[in-house]
């Protein structure tokens, strides 16, 4: 059994990974600022899942890092929430900036900060950080998603560098850039798209990479992506 912190985790890939790792007996944290969302999953999970309310730009992380004390160590984080701007690049503002770096780079960053104790406490523990095919260099770009590309191409760089730094502590990194997945962030980026991925599928996938990806890869960052969109 792993103890495994998942951010994002009330609808989507994030809930779909989620509940797969509790059915298969594993200890998950979920993490998202909608908690009515959590709260449904948590019931549909059963005891393995515990739910937490948390808004990933605040800077006070004393819950979760309470949470994972209580485990004592950390086997897993999946950083999985991202905000989505569909804004050209001469309409984003300050403001637009802070909330989508907030989101998508500071947040992960400041977490795995946070936890470093508990992830060097496991026997091997493995960061699994959500990118898209969006931020991954030499990709397909797409007018309007500029923001979003550059934050997630942050969390990709990150994820290099972290890997580089942690890797005597016993923590492996790594990024996956995922494709065109059937989710409302899809929807929202491209209306009427029908993706060649399923959430479910998707979730099935991670799942696994989390469990077992660091047997085989460390500082990467991996396309996964049949379309682009």
């Given at each position: ?29 979920a993490i ?33 890092v309470a ?96 890997a580089e ?65």
């Amino acid at each position: 059994m792993k103890n495994i912190i998942i951010t994002g985790a009330s609808r989507g890939i994030g809930r779909d990974t989620a509940l797969q790792l509790a059915k298969e007996g594993h200890r998950v944290l979920a993490i998202s600022r909608n908690e009515g969302a959590l709260r449904a999953l948590e019931a549909e999970a059963g005891g393995q899942l515990q739910a937490l309310p948390f808004d990933l730009t605040s800077t006070d992380c004393r819950a979760v890092v309470a949470a994972a004390d209580s485990w004592g160590h950390v086997d897993a984080v999946v950083n999985n929430a991202g905000y989505l701007l569909n804004k050209p690049f001469h309409e984003t503002t300050g403001a637009d900036w802070e909330k989508i770096m907030g989101v998508n780079f500071y947040g992960p960053a400041r977490l795995l900060q946070m936890l470093r104790p508990y992830l060097q406490a496991a026997p091997r523990a493995h960061v699994v950080n959500i990118g898209s095919m969006g931020g991954y260099q030499g990709s397909s770009k797409f007018p309007g998603l500029l923001a979003y590309s550059v934050s997630k191409g942050a969390l990709a760089v990150l994820t290099e560098c972290l890997a580089e730094e942690w890797k005597q502590e016993g923590v492996a990194v790594n990024c996956l850039a995922l494709g065109a997945v059937q989710t409302e962030m899809l929807a929202a980026a491209f209306p009427g798209m029908q993706a060649p991925v399923s959430s479910e599928d998707m979730g099935g996938f991670l799942s696994y990479f989390t469990l077992h990806g660091h047997q085989f890869f460390n500082g990467k960052v991996l396309p996964v992506s049949v379309s682009t969109p």
